[in-house]
């Protein structure tokens, strides 16, 4: 079992910038790829940014490519999302995911543990 805490949302204006943190437990976390996703109200869950085990390949969604940054540090078992020009259509809940692959997936269903979600509203 592996167990997630997402950290870091909150209420923003855009333009303005958030750095969300994903805490993990109960496993070895650098077995671990790990993955961000975001759900809106009334949509389904989107995949925002992914990053390998290794931390040399990372995945973005074309939304969000260029001001979003996926990072992850092993010794602190903590994945990250920086995300700078937040814009309104950023607003959604954000998840961290994680699988025990080296190469991250894109697709919410391929990811076996979730976090509870954290809040992100970017207001005009």
């Known amino acids: 079992q592996v167990q997630l805490v997402e950290s870091g949302g909150g209420l923003v204006q855009a333009g303005g910038s958030l750095r969300l943190t994903c805490a993990a437990s109960?496993?070895?976390?650098?077995?671990?790829?790990m993955g961000w996703f975001r759900q809106a109200p009334g949509k389904e869950r989107d995949f925002v940014a992914a990053i390998s085990i290794s931390v040399r390949t990372k995945y973005y969604a074309d939304s969000v490519k260029g001001r979003f940054t996926i990072s992850r540090d092993n010794a602190k078992n903590t994945v990250y999302l920086q995300m700078d020009s937040l814009k309104p259509e950023d607003t959604a809940v954000y998840y961290c995911a994680t699988v025990e692959t080296p190469y991250p997936p894109m697709k919410a269903n391929s990811y076996d543990y979730w976090g509870q979600g954290t809040q992100v509203t970017v207001s005009a």
């Open positions: 109960g496993r070895t976390f650098s077995s671990y790829a």
